[in-house]
């Protein structure tokens, strides 16, 4: 059954540098999401991408974050200078033209 | 921006007992769904309800949409192990637009103990 797979599944990284997370969406898929989930708190919405363009971004999607399809296989989130309060589990999604999103495993970043 | 809260937080059973977790807001959901959380793992989505006093069921699942559509509920009946996991309640946008945003409760910790 085809999945959405991100890597790496844990990123340690220390405060102010550049982290790239990165994603595979399931192929025949349009919509792409992603989404963070910091330790014990609920899941929140950071950015949906569509036809190659951010569609909608969050209050925490600030112009410190960045995504990217370069390749029409993967789907990116680029923090360019990560801060403490990066830390947290992040999850890409994607979804056809139904209803459901289907979501990663989620990679967990650590920020120093 | 809605809000969805999630009762109880945590939940901690023994395997054959049923539970209930209830997700509310003070306004009425266009539509709502519950997925479920392994750790290690992303949601994955169980059911969506639309219509105001729905009922699904999914196996020993059963999910109830209130008649206004401002709560929701999943009843597990007999819980065994494998239902572990965090159970999250998301509303989707009215109209699936280019965005199709899920809006997350903080999900109920439900622990089932042999």
């Known amino acids: 059954e085809p999945e959405v797979t991100q890597t790496p599944s844990h990123q340690v990284t220390q405060m102010g540098q550049e982290v790239i997370l990165r994603c595979v969406p399931i192929?025949?898929?349009?919509?792409f999401y992603w989404y963070r989930q910091i330790l014990g708190q609920k899941v929140e919405f950071l950015v949906s991408f569509y036809n190659n363009e951010i569609s909608e971004k969050s209050e925490i999607f600030d112009d410190q974050f960045s995504v990217e399809r370069p390749d029409g296989s993967n789907f990116t989130l680029k923090i360019r200078s990560t801060k403490l309060e990066d830390s947290a589990m992040y999850f890409c999604?994607?979804?056809?033209?139904?209803?459901?999103?289907?979501f990663g495993p989620g990679t967990r970043l650590t920020v120093t | 921006t809605q809000l969805l809260e999630q009762s109880p937080q945590f939940l901690s059973i023994q395997e054959g007992e049923n539970l209930t977790v209830y997700c509310n807001s003070s306004s009425v959901f266009s539509s709502l769904q519950w997925y479920r959380q392994e750790p290690g793992e992303g949601p994955v989505l169980l059911v969506t309800v639309v219509t105001g006093g729905e009922v699904k069921k999914l196996k020993r699942l059963t999910f109830q949409f209130g008649d206004a559509r401002k709560d929701s509920s999943l009843h597990i009946t007999a819980a065994q192990t494998g239902d572990t996991g965090l159970y999250l309640c998301a509303e989707p946008p009215m109209i699936y637009n280019q965005g199709g945003k899920l809006i997350f409760g903080q999900g109920t910790e439900l622990s089932v103990k042999p």
């Open positions: 999604a994607s979804r056809d033209r139904g209803v459901e999103q289907y």
């Open positions: 192929s025949n898929h349009l919509y």
